[in-house]
């Protein structure tokens, strides 16, 4: 699906109509398609902007992490008991 930047208005409660410009993807009522919502800052003038080094960096951790082995995570909090314990320094806690 390609992606199109639209200003949109809200019409009645909670339908939003799109400029005439947005006929170009071939959108058909009740199709469903994904949004994202952004308010135009009223005193300013400009819209609010996602804070795109966090996504970035999301972004680089998924990829990073595809591919990895999971775990269950059931020997997490023993793990974590002897790492506090002092095992990650070579003291043995036994």
């Known amino acids: 699906m390609p992606i199109a930047h639209y200003k949109a208005r809200v019409k009645d409660e909670r339908l939003l109509e799109l400029p005439e410009e947005a006929g170009s ?25 996602p804070n795109e080094a966090a996504l970035t960096a999301m972004r680089e ?9 999971q775990t269950d ?3 997490s909090l023993k793990l974590l008991h002897e790492v506090r314990a002092g095992a990650m320094y070579g003291y043995d806690p036994a």
């Open 25 to 49: 993807l071939g959108l058909r009522p009740g199709e469903e398609v994904p949004i994202i919502l952004s308010r135009v800052d009223a005193e300013t003038g400009g819209e609010s902007t």
């Open 61 to 69: 951790i998924a990829e990073r992490q595809r591919g990895a082995r």
């Open 73 to 75: 995570g059931t020997g």
